[in-house]
């Protein structure tokens, strides 16, 4: 293992008396919710949680986006996130005139991708959720972003997501590990999706990661996969193909690149890398960085890539991109084992059911 590597996870070990504290913590806040305690309050309208127990990277905002892609057809979507790492404070509701600055990337990402869902962020969803609605008063399903340890609201659907490659069984409580939870708050779960996952996932394969989650009667599994798409020009929109010839230099600040980089090593003829912190927001200095490693690379097939993510943070350089090739990397998500239609349902069941009991209710009160 690379020494800086071996130093941290020392360091982390070192650390584990704070990770039993932590993990003692977590379980009383827990209790008292359990209990009733600590108040959660519903809201009324079909609210989606999709969240994890762990920090970062097992493929929150891709779910997202497949939600509101899926769902936008039949409903008057909001979606609300933290928005973190932004530079404003409470609730925000996305315009034309927001930045990835005043709104986070990823919200940033969503308002661009899909404008008729109203986006808002706030890191308070119980004030955020009623200012929504006083907002856009026709909203009929709201998607609460990596909001499962917000206890303070009950969603009435909530999606648990953890990455074929690291999954919360397999880890521990931060600082040593990585789990922001306790495991067994996988129980609030409606369903679990295992993101993230190989393509060439087998059946058994499946079954044992099933058996090692050990889900609930009620908890369906799910497993789905990360698919590329056709890198497109940051201002232009146009398409370039990465073939056997191309060189790439892969510019990102995401918590896990790991699929990015596994991607690239089959797609391109060789990659250079330049790795920023999640949420990294980037600076004049930084893409004079980017410009000097590019200039560096001798190919005459060379281009930089770098994720949808990033490239909401990177298009406020107008005067400076035109100058270079930059092209961002879309994704998708795709089920495994065709359960696609099984999933789908099981959300618009949820939403239909939570309609149908609001208009008997209605009914039985007159």
Known sequence: MPLPDFFLRSFRILLFPFAVVYGGILHIRNKLFDRGTIKSTRFNLPIINVGNLSVGGTGKSPMVEYLLESLKPMYKLGTISRGYKRRTKGY??????????????????????????AVAVGEERIVAVPQLLYDRPETQVIVLDDAFQHRAITAGFSILLTAWNDLYTRDYYLPTGNLRDNPYSAERADCIVVTKSPQTLSSKQAEELINELNPSAHQPVFFTSIQYGQPYHILSGTKKNISRETEVLLVCGIANPESLTTFLE???????????????????DDLKAIRAKFNDLESPDKIILTTEKDAVR??????????????????????LFEKEPAFRSLIVTFIEDFYNEKSNNHGAEK
Do not use: R
């Open 314 to 335: 990177l298009v406020k350089f107008k005067k400076e991109l035109p100058e270079l090739p930059i092209f961002v990397q879309p994704i998708t998500t795709t089920f």
């Open 92 to 117: 925000l509701l996305a315009d034309s005139d927001s930045t990835s600055l005043e709104l986070g990337d990823e919200p940033m990402q969503f308002f661009l991708k899909h404008p008729d869902v």
């Open 266 to 284: 089959q797609q391109a003829a060789t990659y250079e890398a330049m790795f920023f912190s999640d949420h990294h927001i980037y600076t004049i």
